[in-house]
T-cell receptor, first 114, second 116 residues
Framework: ETGVTQTPRHLVMGMTNKKSLKCEQHLGHNAMYWYKQSAKKPLELMFVYNFKEQTENNSVPSRFSPECPNSSHLFLHLHTLQPEDSALYLC?????????????FGQGTRLTVV | AQTVTQSQPEMSVQEAETVTLSCTYDTSENNYYLFWYKQPPSRQMILVIRQEAYKQQNATENRFSVNFQKAAKSFSLKISDSQLGDTAMYFCAFMGNSNSGYALNFGKGTSLLVTP
């Protein structure tokens, strides 16, 4: 049990589909993140939410739409994706405002766009 | 923007031996944090060790230790008495005060294989 749970673990979707990735943290943290992990590339920060407010959007295409309804849940809504969007999507959480805070990661969703 | 460089895409070590993974970074900040994360085949990112830049003493966690050279902007990870379970991808990561919250900048990773 990692404290950060992502569902589904695997997802295959067509380019015209709409799907959502879910992340839930049970650690009482107030910040949540989406990262994209592609082969041969560093993990890329996509979105940051602090206290449910989005504070960073790293030039992510609009076909990725995040949602943070509360500090424990984070979604990534996907629509009209491209094959190059196939990757491992990792969610993380941390506690802000009290100095250093370790980031805890979920196990990721392996996304394949066909 | 901070960049993190891991120059060793793959490394191999025999069980019980010692291996060192290299990491360099680029920043203009004075206060920041550095991390090594491990990602086994299960894909779970696990924090191995962390270092606060204001601390001169190198961090140590059991068989894992770092060699932090602030002036050289170098942050290598030493794994002693390597075990088969250490086989994984290892990522060096930087977190600075200019980042949004505690978001991390990662290197490309080093794939470590521990052989019997």
């Amino acid at each position: 049990e990692t404290g950060v749970t992502q569902t589904p673990r695997h997802l295959v979707m067509g380019m015209t589909n709409k799907k959502s990735l879910k992340c839930e943290q049970h650690l009482g943290h107030n910040a949540m993140y989406w990262y994209k992990q592609s082969a041969k590339k560093p993990l890329e920060l996509m979105f940051v939410y602090n206290f449910k407010e989005q504070t960073e959007n790293n030039s992510v295409p609009s076909r990725f739409s995040p949602e943070c309804p509360n500090s424990s849940h984070l979604f990534l809504h996907l629509h009209t994706l491209q094959p190059e969007d196939s990757a491992l999507y990792l969610c993380a959480s941390s506690q802000e405002g009290q100095g250093f805070s370790e980031a805890f990661f979920g196990q990721g969703t392996r996304l394949t766009v066909v | 923007a901070q960049t993190v460089t891991q120059s060793q895409p793959e490394m191999s070590v025999q069980e019980a031996e010692t291996v060192t993974l290299s990491c360099t970074y680029d920043t203009s900040e004075n206060n920041y944090y550095l991390f090594w994360y491990k990602q086994p085949p299960s894909r779970q990112m696990i924090l191995v060790i962390r270092q606060e830049a204001y601390k001169q003493q190198n961090a140590t966690e059991n068989r894992f230790s770092v060699n932090f050279q602030k002036a050289a902007k170098s942050f290598s990870l030493k794994i002693s008495d390597s075990q088969l379970g250490d086989t994984a991808m290892y990522f060096c990561a930087f977190m600075g005060n200019s980042n949004s919250g505690y978001a991390l900048n990662f290197g490309k990773g080093t794939s470590l294989l521990v052989t019997p």
